[in-house]
Protein backbone atom coordinates (compact mmCIF):
# COMPACT_ATOMS: atom_id res chain seq x y z
CA UNK A 1 0.00 0.00 0.00
CA UNK A 2 3.10 1.68 -0.49
CA UNK A 3 2.85 4.80 -2.93
CA UNK A 4 5.12 7.22 -4.22
CA UNK A 5 4.11 10.55 -2.93
CA UNK A 6 5.88 12.79 -5.77
CA UNK A 7 4.27 9.88 -8.31
CA UNK A 8 0.53 10.51 -7.40
CA UNK A 9 1.12 14.52 -7.21
CA UNK A 10 1.70 14.44 -10.16
CA UNK A 11 -1.46 12.40 -11.56
CA UNK A 12 -3.94 14.11 -9.11
CA UNK A 13 -2.58 17.86 -10.02
CA UNK A 14 -2.74 17.10 -13.45
CA UNK A 15 -6.16 15.17 -13.43
CA UNK A 16 -7.41 18.54 -11.24
CA UNK A 17 -5.76 20.61 -14.10
CA UNK A 18 -7.29 18.83 -17.14
CA UNK A 19 -10.65 17.58 -15.51
CA UNK A 20 -10.65 21.84 -14.92
CA UNK A 21 -10.01 22.53 -18.31
CA UNK A 22 -12.00 19.91 -20.28
CA UNK A 23 -15.24 21.27 -18.68
CA UNK A 24 -13.92 25.14 -19.12
CA UNK A 25 -13.66 25.87 -15.81
CA UNK A 26 -11.26 27.93 -14.31
CA UNK A 27 -11.73 28.09 -10.56
CA UNK A 28 -11.61 25.25 -7.87
CA UNK A 29 -14.02 25.09 -4.97
CA UNK A 30 -14.22 22.49 -2.16
CA UNK A 31 -15.15 22.18 1.33
CA UNK A 32 -12.06 22.70 3.64
CA UNK A 33 -12.95 21.02 7.47
CA UNK A 34 -9.15 21.40 8.76
CA UNK A 35 -8.88 17.28 8.44
CA UNK A 36 -6.48 15.47 7.15
CA UNK A 37 -8.63 14.79 3.48
CA UNK A 38 -9.78 18.22 2.70
CA UNK A 39 -6.28 19.61 3.55
CA UNK A 40 -5.08 17.56 0.95
CA UNK A 41 -7.09 18.02 -1.41
CA UNK A 42 -6.59 21.73 -0.97
CA UNK A 43 -3.11 21.45 -1.07
CA UNK A 44 -3.36 19.64 -4.34
CA UNK A 45 -5.40 22.22 -5.85
CA UNK A 46 -3.31 25.00 -4.73
CA UNK A 47 -0.38 23.09 -6.66
CA UNK A 48 -2.90 22.45 -9.99
CA UNK A 49 -4.23 25.82 -10.02
CA UNK A 50 -3.24 29.47 -9.12
CA UNK A 51 -3.59 29.75 -5.12
CA UNK A 52 -6.29 32.77 -6.42
CA UNK A 53 -8.66 30.11 -8.08
CA UNK A 54 -8.86 28.02 -5.26
CA UNK A 55 -11.56 28.46 -2.64
CA UNK A 56 -12.24 26.89 -0.02
CA UNK A 57 -15.56 27.36 2.25
CA UNK A 58 -14.73 26.16 6.16
CA UNK A 59 -18.37 25.87 7.44
CA UNK A 60 -18.75 24.76 11.20
CA UNK A 61 -21.99 24.34 12.72
CA UNK A 62 -21.77 27.32 15.42
CA UNK A 63 -18.91 27.45 17.58
CA UNK A 64 -18.22 23.93 17.63
CA UNK A 65 -14.85 22.24 16.30
CA UNK A 66 -13.22 25.60 16.98
CA UNK A 67 -9.50 24.19 16.55
CA UNK A 68 -10.38 22.50 13.20
CA UNK A 69 -11.84 26.32 12.02
CA UNK A 70 -8.64 28.11 12.65
CA UNK A 71 -6.69 25.13 11.31
CA UNK A 72 -8.37 25.99 8.02
CA UNK A 73 -7.77 29.25 8.12
CA UNK A 74 -4.38 28.87 8.54
CA UNK A 75 -4.13 26.49 5.47
CA UNK A 76 -5.95 28.87 3.19
CA UNK A 77 -3.63 31.69 4.20
CA UNK A 78 -0.56 28.98 4.26
CA UNK A 79 -1.45 28.40 0.68
CA UNK A 80 -2.37 31.67 -0.62
CA UNK A 81 -6.01 30.60 -1.39
CA UNK A 82 -9.04 32.48 -1.09
CA UNK A 83 -11.28 30.97 2.00
CA UNK A 84 -14.33 32.49 3.39
CA UNK A 85 -16.31 31.31 6.34
CA UNK A 86 -19.75 30.39 6.64
CA UNK A 87 -21.77 29.31 9.69
CA UNK A 88 -24.05 26.77 9.06
CA UNK A 89 -25.79 26.73 12.25
CA UNK A 90 -28.74 29.24 11.32
CA UNK A 91 -29.73 27.24 8.16
CA UNK A 92 -29.48 24.11 10.44
CA UNK A 93 -31.28 25.46 13.64
CA UNK A 94 -33.88 27.09 11.26
CA UNK A 95 -35.01 23.58 10.11
CA UNK A 96 -34.74 21.48 13.73
CA UNK A 97 -36.85 24.14 15.35
CA UNK A 98 -39.78 22.89 13.25
CA UNK A 99 -38.53 19.49 13.12
CA UNK A 100 -36.52 18.62 15.93
CA UNK A 101 -35.00 15.34 16.60
CA UNK A 102 -32.10 13.64 19.36
CA UNK A 103 -30.92 11.58 16.67
CA UNK A 104 -27.13 12.48 16.25
CA UNK A 105 -26.82 10.78 12.46
CA UNK A 106 -29.77 13.02 10.98
CA UNK A 107 -28.44 16.16 12.39
CA UNK A 108 -25.52 15.28 11.33
CA UNK A 109 -26.04 14.22 8.06
CA UNK A 110 -28.23 17.39 7.82
CA UNK A 111 -25.10 19.91 8.60
CA UNK A 112 -23.19 17.92 5.47
CA UNK A 113 -26.29 18.18 3.04
CA UNK A 114 -26.17 21.92 3.91
CA UNK A 115 -22.89 22.56 3.54
CA UNK A 116 -23.14 20.62 -0.01
CA UNK A 117 -25.77 22.92 -0.89
CA UNK A 118 -23.65 25.98 0.18
CA UNK A 119 -20.97 24.94 -2.20
CA UNK A 120 -23.40 24.09 -5.18
CA UNK A 121 -24.54 27.44 -4.62
CA UNK A 122 -21.19 28.94 -4.77
CA UNK A 123 -20.49 26.87 -7.33
CA UNK A 124 -22.56 28.47 -9.70
CA UNK A 125 -21.82 31.77 -8.00
CA UNK A 126 -18.21 31.34 -8.42
CA UNK A 127 -18.37 29.07 -11.51
CA UNK A 128 -16.06 27.18 -10.04
CA UNK A 129 -16.02 23.28 -10.18
CA UNK A 130 -16.47 21.33 -6.65
CA UNK A 131 -13.54 18.89 -5.85
CA UNK A 132 -14.50 16.06 -3.66
CA UNK A 133 -12.86 14.62 -0.74
CA UNK A 134 -13.97 11.57 -0.17
CA UNK A 135 -11.15 8.80 0.11
CA UNK A 136 -11.41 5.30 -0.86
CA UNK A 137 -11.74 3.77 2.59
CA UNK A 138 -14.79 6.45 3.59
CA UNK A 139 -16.33 5.58 -0.01
CA UNK A 140 -15.59 1.37 0.00
CA UNK A 141 -17.40 1.63 3.75
CA UNK A 142 -20.38 3.78 2.93
CA UNK A 143 -18.89 5.96 5.75
CA UNK A 144 -20.05 9.22 4.49
CA UNK A 145 -23.90 11.16 3.51
CA UNK A 146 -24.83 10.30 0.49
CA UNK A 147 -25.84 14.08 -1.64
CA UNK A 148 -23.96 15.37 1.27
CA UNK A 149 -20.21 15.65 2.00
CA UNK A 150 -19.74 12.79 -1.13
CA UNK A 151 -21.32 15.09 -3.37
CA UNK A 152 -18.96 17.06 -5.94
CA UNK A 153 -17.58 17.67 -9.55
CA UNK A 154 -14.26 15.19 -9.77
CA UNK A 155 -12.89 13.61 -6.62
CA UNK A 156 -9.30 13.55 -7.25
CA UNK A 157 -8.59 11.33 -3.59
CA UNK A 158 -11.43 8.62 -4.28
CA UNK A 159 -8.85 5.72 -4.81
CA UNK A 160 -6.44 6.74 -2.19
CA UNK A 161 -7.06 4.64 1.17
CA UNK A 162 -7.04 6.61 4.33
CA UNK A 163 -3.43 5.75 4.91
CA UNK A 164 -2.56 6.32 2.08
CA UNK A 165 -3.88 9.98 1.93
CA UNK A 166 -1.42 10.14 5.40
CA UNK A 167 1.39 9.23 2.73
CA UNK A 168 0.77 11.90 0.66
CA UNK A 169 0.08 14.31 3.08
CA UNK A 170 3.75 13.95 4.21
CA UNK A 171 4.81 14.44 1.25
CA UNK A 172 2.97 17.41 0.41
CA UNK A 173 4.65 18.82 3.56
CA UNK A 174 1.09 19.49 5.03
CA UNK A 175 1.61 20.84 8.84
CA UNK A 176 2.51 17.75 11.61
CA UNK A 177 -0.90 18.97 13.85
CA UNK A 178 -3.38 18.13 10.49
CA UNK A 179 -1.48 15.36 9.87
CA UNK A 180 -1.50 13.94 13.45
CA UNK A 181 -5.28 14.62 13.78
CA UNK A 182 -7.84 12.01 14.81
CA UNK A 183 -9.59 11.54 11.79
CA UNK A 184 -13.55 12.23 12.71
CA UNK A 185 -16.59 12.68 10.12
CA UNK A 186 -17.08 16.11 12.53
CA UNK A 187 -20.96 15.09 13.11
CA UNK A 188 -20.45 15.67 16.87
CA UNK A 189 -18.09 16.36 19.28
CA UNK A 190 -15.57 13.51 20.18
CA UNK A 191 -16.95 11.41 17.37
CA UNK A 192 -13.89 9.88 15.95
CA UNK A 193 -14.32 7.23 12.75
CA UNK A 194 -12.42 4.99 14.26
CA UNK A 195 -14.57 4.97 17.50
CA UNK A 196 -17.33 4.76 14.92
CA UNK A 197 -16.40 2.03 12.67
CA UNK A 198 -15.05 0.00 15.67
CA UNK A 199 -11.48 -0.85 13.96
CA UNK A 200 -8.33 1.45 12.86
CA UNK A 201 -7.79 3.12 9.66
CA UNK A 202 -4.71 0.48 9.25
CA UNK A 203 -6.64 -2.29 9.94
CA UNK A 204 -9.57 -1.16 7.68
CA UNK A 205 -7.32 -0.50 4.96
CA UNK A 206 -5.20 -3.33 5.11
CA UNK A 207 -8.23 -5.75 4.90
CA UNK A 208 -9.67 -3.86 2.53
CA UNK A 209 -6.80 -3.45 -0.11
CA UNK A 210 -6.97 -7.26 0.38
CA UNK A 211 -10.56 -7.69 -0.57
CA UNK A 212 -10.95 -4.94 -3.16
CA UNK A 213 -6.99 -4.53 -4.59
CA UNK A 214 -6.37 -8.02 -4.37
CA UNK A 215 -9.53 -9.59 -4.65
CA UNK A 216 -8.85 -11.53 -2.16
CA UNK A 217 -11.14 -14.00 -0.78
CA UNK A 218 -12.91 -13.61 3.04
CA UNK A 219 -11.15 -16.98 3.62
CA UNK A 220 -7.60 -16.39 2.69
CA UNK A 221 -7.65 -12.09 4.03
CA UNK A 222 -9.17 -13.98 7.22
CA UNK A 223 -6.47 -16.44 7.01
CA UNK A 224 -3.64 -13.48 5.97
CA UNK A 225 -4.15 -12.68 10.34
CA UNK A 226 -7.56 -11.11 10.52
CA UNK A 227 -10.25 -12.09 12.97
CA UNK A 228 -13.14 -13.27 11.43
CA UNK A 229 -15.82 -10.78 13.36
CA UNK A 230 -13.03 -7.82 11.55
CA UNK A 231 -13.31 -9.01 8.10
CA UNK A 232 -17.05 -9.63 8.00
CA UNK A 233 -17.91 -6.46 9.73
CA UNK A 234 -15.70 -4.76 6.52
CA UNK A 235 -17.78 -6.87 3.97
CA UNK A 236 -21.21 -6.06 5.56
CA UNK A 237 -20.27 -2.44 5.33
CA UNK A 238 -19.62 -2.65 2.21
CA UNK A 239 -22.21 -4.27 0.94
CA UNK A 240 -24.73 -1.87 2.50
CA UNK A 241 -23.20 0.77 1.14
CA UNK A 242 -23.30 0.23 -2.75
CA UNK A 243 -26.12 2.48 -2.86
CA UNK A 244 -24.14 5.47 -2.23
CA UNK A 245 -22.05 4.65 -4.63
CA UNK A 246 -24.41 4.00 -7.61
CA UNK A 247 -26.70 6.57 -9.44
CA UNK A 248 -30.36 4.78 -8.84
CA UNK A 249 -32.26 2.41 -10.61
CA UNK A 250 -34.38 3.76 -13.29
CA UNK A 251 -36.93 1.25 -13.94
CA UNK A 252 -36.30 0.11 -17.83
CA UNK A 253 -39.52 0.01 -19.91
CA UNK A 254 -38.72 1.47 -22.96
CA UNK A 255 -36.60 0.93 -26.00
CA UNK A 256 -33.46 2.76 -24.96
CA UNK A 257 -33.00 4.13 -21.06
CA UNK A 258 -30.83 6.59 -19.31
CA UNK A 259 -28.67 4.53 -17.24
CA UNK A 260 -29.24 1.11 -18.87
CA UNK A 261 -28.90 1.53 -22.48
CA UNK A 262 -28.24 5.18 -23.51
CA UNK A 263 -24.75 4.95 -23.02
CA UNK A 264 -22.40 8.24 -23.24
CA UNK A 265 -19.15 8.88 -21.79
CA UNK A 266 -18.86 10.89 -19.13
CA UNK A 267 -16.65 13.53 -20.83
CA UNK A 268 -18.87 13.63 -23.55
CA UNK A 269 -18.11 16.50 -25.95
CA UNK A 270 -15.92 17.86 -23.52
CA UNK B 1 8.09 -9.60 -52.88
CA UNK B 2 8.82 -7.36 -55.94
CA UNK B 3 8.43 -4.27 -53.75
CA UNK B 4 11.67 -4.82 -51.66
CA UNK B 5 14.07 -4.98 -54.34
CA UNK B 6 12.35 -1.03 -54.92
CA UNK B 7 11.79 0.13 -51.74
CA UNK B 8 14.18 -1.99 -49.36
CA UNK B 9 16.74 0.42 -49.68
CA UNK B 10 16.58 2.10 -46.18
CA UNK B 11 19.46 1.18 -43.92
CA UNK B 12 17.80 3.46 -41.11
CA UNK B 13 14.46 4.70 -40.10
CA UNK B 14 13.87 7.59 -38.33
CA UNK B 15 10.55 6.83 -35.99
CA UNK B 16 8.56 9.64 -34.76
CA UNK B 17 5.99 8.90 -31.87
CA UNK B 18 3.15 10.98 -31.38
CA UNK B 19 2.28 10.45 -27.46
CA UNK B 20 -1.08 12.93 -27.90
CA UNK B 21 -4.11 13.33 -25.84
CA UNK B 22 -6.78 12.91 -28.70
CA UNK B 23 -10.36 14.92 -28.05
CA UNK B 24 -12.57 12.20 -27.17
CA UNK B 25 -15.47 12.09 -30.04
CA UNK B 26 -14.37 15.59 -32.17
CA UNK B 27 -12.42 13.79 -35.28
CA UNK B 28 -11.98 17.44 -36.98
CA UNK B 29 -10.19 18.36 -34.06
CA UNK B 30 -8.00 15.72 -33.99
CA UNK B 31 -7.66 15.41 -37.33
CA UNK B 32 -6.14 18.86 -37.08
CA UNK B 33 -3.85 17.87 -33.61
CA UNK B 34 -2.94 15.18 -36.54
CA UNK B 35 -1.66 17.73 -39.22
CA UNK B 36 0.21 19.45 -36.57
CA UNK B 37 2.37 16.51 -35.43
CA UNK B 38 2.85 15.32 -39.21
CA UNK B 39 4.34 18.87 -39.62
CA UNK B 40 6.39 18.36 -36.82
CA UNK B 41 7.71 15.37 -37.90
CA UNK B 42 8.48 16.27 -41.38
CA UNK B 43 10.22 19.19 -39.96
CA UNK B 44 12.71 16.86 -37.75
CA UNK B 45 13.18 14.73 -41.10
CA UNK B 46 11.24 11.77 -39.56
CA UNK B 47 10.16 8.79 -41.68
CA UNK B 48 7.36 7.20 -39.75
CA UNK B 49 5.16 8.82 -37.50
CA UNK B 50 2.92 6.63 -35.28
CA UNK B 51 -0.20 7.69 -33.77
CA UNK B 52 -1.48 5.55 -30.58
CA UNK B 53 -4.72 3.81 -30.57
CA UNK B 54 -7.90 5.65 -31.61
CA UNK B 55 -5.77 8.69 -31.80
CA UNK B 56 -8.37 10.37 -34.98
CA UNK B 57 -11.80 9.43 -31.99
CA UNK B 58 -10.15 8.67 -28.66
CA UNK B 59 -11.23 6.13 -26.57
CA UNK B 60 -14.10 5.97 -24.44
CA UNK B 61 -16.49 6.47 -26.75
CA UNK B 62 -19.35 4.00 -26.16
CA UNK B 63 -22.40 4.81 -28.17
CA UNK B 64 -20.45 7.55 -29.49
CA UNK B 65 -18.59 4.80 -31.95
CA UNK B 66 -21.36 5.70 -34.62
CA UNK B 67 -20.96 9.36 -35.11
CA UNK B 68 -17.03 8.98 -35.06
CA UNK B 69 -17.00 6.19 -37.81
CA UNK B 70 -14.66 6.45 -40.53
CA UNK B 71 -14.67 5.13 -44.16
CA UNK B 72 -11.18 5.43 -45.66
CA UNK B 73 -12.05 4.33 -48.92
CA UNK B 74 -15.00 7.39 -48.94
CA UNK B 75 -13.76 9.81 -46.04
CA UNK B 76 -12.28 12.85 -47.79
CA UNK B 77 -10.30 12.78 -44.60
CA UNK B 78 -8.26 9.78 -45.28
CA UNK B 79 -7.72 11.16 -48.36
CA UNK B 80 -5.75 14.49 -47.13
CA UNK B 81 -3.70 11.67 -44.66
CA UNK B 82 -2.72 9.76 -47.97
CA UNK B 83 -1.40 12.96 -49.50
CA UNK B 84 0.86 14.17 -46.37
CA UNK B 85 1.57 9.97 -46.55
CA UNK B 86 3.49 10.95 -49.59
CA UNK B 87 6.23 12.41 -47.73
CA UNK B 88 6.29 10.59 -44.45
CA UNK B 89 4.51 7.23 -43.50
CA UNK B 90 1.63 7.06 -40.60
CA UNK B 91 0.10 5.27 -39.04
CA UNK B 92 -3.46 6.52 -37.42
CA UNK B 93 -5.56 4.96 -35.29
CA UNK B 94 -9.78 5.11 -35.91
CA UNK B 95 -12.98 3.67 -35.55
CA UNK B 96 -13.45 1.63 -39.19
CA UNK B 97 -17.07 1.16 -40.76
CA UNK B 98 -15.89 -1.41 -42.96
CA UNK B 99 -18.97 -2.79 -43.62
CA UNK B 100 -22.48 -0.83 -43.14
CA UNK B 101 -23.34 -1.08 -38.59
CA UNK B 102 -20.08 -3.07 -38.15
CA UNK B 103 -17.23 -0.57 -36.65
CA UNK B 104 -13.56 -1.65 -35.91
CA UNK B 105 -10.67 -0.52 -33.61
CA UNK B 106 -8.39 -0.17 -36.58
CA UNK B 107 -5.18 1.31 -37.14
CA UNK B 108 -4.18 1.97 -40.89
CA UNK B 109 -0.09 2.20 -42.42
CA UNK B 110 -0.22 4.93 -44.50
CA UNK B 111 2.57 5.34 -47.13
CA UNK B 112 3.10 6.91 -50.64
CA UNK B 113 0.02 8.32 -50.57
CA UNK B 114 -2.18 5.09 -50.00
CA UNK B 115 -3.15 2.94 -47.17
CA UNK B 116 -0.75 -0.04 -47.40
CA UNK B 117 -2.45 -2.09 -44.16
CA UNK B 118 -5.06 -1.68 -42.05
CA UNK B 119 -5.16 -3.87 -39.10
CA UNK B 120 -8.40 -4.50 -36.83
CA UNK B 121 -7.79 -5.15 -33.26
CA UNK B 122 -8.66 -8.53 -32.51
CA UNK B 123 -8.32 -8.84 -29.07
CA UNK B 124 -10.92 -7.01 -27.40
CA UNK B 125 -10.83 -5.96 -23.69
CA UNK B 126 -14.33 -6.78 -22.24
CA UNK B 127 -13.54 -7.31 -18.36
CA UNK B 128 -13.23 -4.92 -15.51
CA UNK B 129 -12.98 -1.23 -16.34
CA UNK B 130 -12.96 -2.30 -20.19
CA UNK B 131 -16.07 -2.78 -22.33
CA UNK B 132 -14.79 -2.50 -26.35
CA UNK B 133 -16.49 -5.71 -27.18
CA UNK B 134 -19.71 -4.05 -26.51
CA UNK B 135 -19.09 -1.70 -29.03
CA UNK B 136 -16.49 -2.68 -31.31
CA UNK B 137 -17.06 -5.67 -34.12
CA UNK B 138 -13.84 -7.93 -33.84
CA UNK B 139 -10.76 -8.19 -36.19
CA UNK B 140 -9.66 -11.64 -37.46
CA UNK B 141 -5.99 -11.41 -38.54
CA UNK B 142 -2.52 -10.39 -37.75
CA UNK B 143 -0.55 -9.76 -40.79
CA UNK B 144 2.81 -8.99 -41.79
CA UNK B 145 2.74 -6.52 -45.15
CA UNK B 146 5.60 -4.72 -46.90
CA UNK B 147 6.44 -1.25 -46.16
CA UNK B 148 9.51 0.72 -47.20
CA UNK B 149 11.53 -0.01 -44.07
CA UNK B 150 10.74 -4.06 -44.34
CA UNK B 151 8.48 -6.30 -43.16
CA UNK B 152 6.07 -4.77 -40.50
CA UNK B 153 3.19 -6.30 -38.16
CA UNK B 154 0.74 -4.42 -35.99
CA UNK B 155 -1.53 -4.50 -32.99
CA UNK B 156 -3.30 -2.57 -31.10
CA UNK B 157 -2.95 -2.36 -27.13
CA UNK B 158 -4.26 -5.53 -25.72
CA UNK B 159 -3.41 -7.55 -28.84
CA UNK B 160 -0.03 -7.21 -27.95
CA UNK B 161 -1.20 -8.78 -24.03
CA UNK B 162 -1.79 -12.24 -25.92
CA UNK B 163 1.38 -13.66 -26.67
CA UNK B 164 0.00 -16.07 -30.15
CA UNK B 165 -0.15 -12.69 -31.54
CA UNK B 166 3.13 -11.52 -31.35
CA UNK B 167 4.16 -14.78 -32.66
CA UNK B 168 1.81 -14.95 -35.67
CA UNK B 169 3.64 -11.47 -36.46
CA UNK B 170 7.49 -13.59 -36.12
CA UNK B 171 6.54 -16.26 -37.96
CA UNK B 172 4.83 -13.90 -40.65
CA UNK B 173 8.45 -12.72 -40.77
CA UNK B 174 7.87 -9.02 -39.11
CA UNK B 175 11.15 -7.17 -39.07
CA UNK B 176 9.16 -4.03 -37.29
CA UNK B 177 6.73 -4.74 -35.18
CA UNK B 178 4.40 -1.87 -34.11
CA UNK B 179 1.61 -1.25 -30.85
CA UNK B 180 -0.43 1.82 -30.78
CA UNK B 181 -2.20 1.95 -27.59
CA UNK B 182 -4.54 3.31 -25.29
CA UNK B 183 -3.53 2.21 -21.92
CA UNK B 184 -4.67 3.14 -19.28
CA UNK B 185 -2.47 3.35 -16.11
CA UNK B 186 -3.07 1.21 -13.15
CA UNK B 187 -1.41 -0.38 -9.86
CA UNK B 188 0.27 2.22 -7.48
CA UNK B 189 3.83 1.66 -5.45
CA UNK B 190 6.70 3.37 -4.30
CA UNK B 191 8.00 3.30 -7.79
CA UNK B 192 7.36 6.87 -10.05
CA UNK B 193 4.94 5.46 -12.64
CA UNK B 194 2.11 3.19 -12.65
CA UNK B 195 2.60 -1.08 -12.15
CA UNK B 196 0.99 -0.98 -15.58
CA UNK B 197 3.86 0.48 -17.32
CA UNK B 198 6.29 -1.64 -16.05
CA UNK B 199 4.23 -4.93 -17.58
CA UNK B 200 4.10 -2.93 -20.92
CA UNK B 201 7.77 -2.50 -20.73
CA UNK B 202 8.56 -6.09 -19.55
CA UNK B 203 6.69 -7.20 -22.74
CA UNK B 204 8.28 -4.65 -24.97
CA UNK B 205 11.51 -6.47 -23.88
CA UNK B 206 10.53 -9.80 -24.27
CA UNK B 207 8.89 -9.66 -27.66
CA UNK B 208 11.41 -7.62 -29.08
CA UNK B 209 14.11 -10.43 -27.72
CA UNK B 210 11.62 -13.42 -28.81
CA UNK B 211 10.98 -11.76 -32.05
CA UNK B 212 14.35 -10.59 -32.91
CA UNK B 213 12.44 -7.32 -34.16
CA UNK B 214 11.92 -3.86 -32.88
CA UNK B 215 9.31 -3.42 -30.59
CA UNK B 216 7.59 0.15 -31.37
CA UNK B 217 4.71 1.16 -29.00
CA UNK B 218 3.47 4.27 -29.11
CA UNK B 219 0.71 5.25 -26.01
CA UNK B 220 -1.36 8.06 -25.47
CA UNK B 221 -1.63 9.96 -22.40
CA UNK B 222 -4.29 12.80 -20.77
CA UNK B 223 -7.77 11.46 -18.94
CA UNK B 224 -11.49 9.81 -20.12
CA UNK B 225 -14.27 9.42 -17.69
CA UNK B 226 -11.01 9.31 -14.88
CA UNK B 227 -9.56 6.77 -16.64
CA UNK B 228 -5.26 7.90 -16.89
CA UNK B 229 -3.44 7.03 -19.73
CA UNK B 230 -0.24 6.03 -18.76
CA UNK B 231 1.92 7.29 -21.79
CA UNK B 232 5.51 5.95 -21.56
CA UNK B 233 5.63 4.66 -25.55
CA UNK B 234 9.15 3.40 -26.33
CA UNK B 235 11.02 1.12 -28.98
CA UNK B 236 13.10 -2.24 -27.57
CA UNK B 237 15.76 -3.07 -30.59
CA UNK B 238 16.12 -6.83 -31.47
CA UNK B 239 17.82 -7.49 -28.73
CA UNK B 240 15.56 -6.69 -26.40
CA UNK B 241 17.30 -3.67 -25.30
CA UNK B 242 15.54 0.34 -24.58
CA UNK B 243 16.38 2.50 -26.80
CA UNK B 244 14.20 5.35 -26.53
CA UNK B 245 11.27 6.02 -24.17
CA UNK B 246 8.60 8.65 -24.04
CA UNK B 247 7.26 10.64 -20.77
CA UNK B 248 4.89 9.14 -18.12
CA UNK B 249 2.10 10.60 -18.05
CA UNK B 250 2.84 13.97 -20.64
CA UNK B 251 2.29 15.02 -23.77
CA UNK B 252 5.68 13.64 -25.74
CA UNK B 253 7.13 13.69 -29.25
CA UNK B 254 9.82 11.01 -29.50
CA UNK B 255 12.18 10.94 -32.30
CA UNK B 256 14.60 7.68 -32.73
CA UNK B 257 17.06 6.79 -35.57
CA UNK B 258 16.28 2.65 -35.55
CA UNK B 259 19.35 0.92 -37.56
CA UNK B 260 17.23 -2.13 -40.15
CA UNK B 261 20.54 -3.89 -39.54
CA UNK B 262 20.54 -4.43 -35.92
CA UNK B 263 17.78 -6.84 -37.39
CA UNK B 264 20.30 -9.22 -39.15
CA UNK B 265 22.64 -8.74 -36.34
CA UNK B 266 20.02 -9.72 -34.02
CA UNK B 267 19.04 -13.19 -35.69
CA UNK B 268 22.77 -14.04 -37.08
CA UNK B 269 23.66 -14.76 -33.25
CA UNK B 270 20.20 -15.78 -32.01
CA UNK B 271 18.63 -17.76 -34.78
CA UNK B 272 14.76 -18.02 -33.90
CA UNK B 273 13.50 -16.92 -37.05
CA UNK B 274 15.71 -19.88 -38.61
CA UNK B 275 14.77 -21.97 -35.94
CA UNK B 276 10.91 -21.68 -35.85
CA UNK B 277 8.67 -24.10 -37.25
CA UNK B 278 5.24 -22.86 -38.03
CA UNK B 279 4.05 -26.15 -39.53
CA UNK B 280 4.37 -28.21 -36.12
CA UNK B 281 2.81 -24.77 -34.11
CA UNK B 282 0.04 -24.96 -36.53
CA UNK B 283 -0.46 -29.21 -35.84
CA UNK B 284 -0.30 -28.83 -32.67
CA UNK B 285 -2.84 -26.19 -32.66
CA UNK B 286 -5.30 -27.97 -34.63
CA UNK B 287 -4.77 -31.07 -32.25
CA UNK B 288 -5.27 -28.99 -29.48
CA UNK B 289 -8.53 -27.63 -30.35
CA UNK B 290 -9.56 -30.53 -31.47
CA UNK B 291 -8.81 -32.41 -28.39
CA UNK B 292 -11.06 -28.69 -26.65
CA UNK B 293 -13.72 -30.04 -24.96
CA UNK B 294 -16.23 -27.96 -22.29
Redesign the interface.
Known sequence: MKINGSFVEKVLTAFIKQELSKFNYKKGILGLSGGLDSSVCTFLAAKALKPANVLALIMPYGESFKRDVEDAKEIAKLLGIRSKIIDISPMVNAYFSTYPTDNKIIKGNKMARERMAILYDFSAREKALILGTSNKTELLLGYGTIHGDMACGINPLGDLYKTQIKQLALHLGIPEKIRKKTPTAGLWTNQTDEKELGLSYAKMDKILFQLVDLRKSKKDVIASGFKKEEVEKIISLIKKSEFKRKLPPIVKISARTVGHDFLFPYDWDK | MQCLRNCGNFSFVRVAIAQITPH???VKKNFDLHLKYIKKAKKKKADLLIFPELSLTGY?????IGEVALNPKKDSLFGELNAASRQISLIVGFVEEKEKGLFYNSAAFLSKGKILHIHRKVFLPTYGMFEEGKFFAQGRNFKTFLTPYGKMGMMICYDFLHYGASYLLFAGGSEIIIVPSAAPGRG??????YETSRMWELMGSAISRFSSAFLIYCNRV?????K?FAGGSFIYNPMGELIAQASY?DQDFLIQKINLADIREARKKWPYKRDDRPEIILESLKRIIRNNED
Not at chain 2, 188 to 193: F, H, R
Not at chain 2, 222 to 226: A, K, L, Q, R
Request: with cysteine; glycine share 14%; charged share 40%.
Open positions: LGDTLKDLLSDKECGFEDGHL
